[in-house]
């Protein structure tokens, strides 16, 4: 009987301090280690969640849906804690999702209403530089030769 108590106990604790990860920005990848560079194993979107497992200097450690471990870089995504009052879960602040969403703010909607306002702006480069992609091996090369992070300068 005081196993299953105990094991009740740790559930309640667990379920307590249990942590959602929701994603701030367009997109970000969980990476395979705490490192820009570190091998992508899952992309991720804007108001996305995934579960906190742990951290390291600015990296959560999070669970993806596959149920694999990977990475996530602390600057894009908004944290919360889930609250357990009176038996229910009760949330008093925006959700994860609800600031999420509010962080696209410029979307297409808004910006083609902006560009009938402002017929004189030019979005030209504003797309083009929405539509650059970077490898990962760019990445790297960017780094080493910047000398950034691990290659020589602040991890």
């Not at 909607?109 to 979005?123: G, I, Q, T």
Request: glycine letters at 8%.
């Amino acid at each position: 009987m005081k196993k299953i108590y105990l094991c009740l106990l740790l559930l309640i604790g667990s379920l307590l301090w249990a942590q959602t990860l929701t994603i701030k920005v367009k997109e970000t990848r969980v990476r395979s280690s705490p490192k820009f560079y570190a091998k992508s194993i899952y992309r991720a979107n804007r108001g996305d969640t995934l579960e906190k497992m742990g951290e390291q200097k600015g990296w959560y450690e999070v669970k993806i849906p596959s149920g694999d471990v990977g990475w996530v870089h602390s600057s894009a995504v908004e944290t919360k804690k889930l609250k357990l009052d009176s038996g229910e879960w009760v949330e008093t602040e925006a959700t994860p999702e609800e600031v999420a969403l509010a962080g696209k703010g410029f979307n297409m909607e808004v910006e083609a209403e902006y560009k009938r306002n402002h017929p004189d702006l030019d979005f030209t480069w504003v797309d083009r530089m929405e539509s650059i992609e970077i490898s990962e091996e760019e990445m790297v090369a960017f780094l080493k030769k910047g000398k950034l992070g691990e290659y020589g300068g602040e991890q």
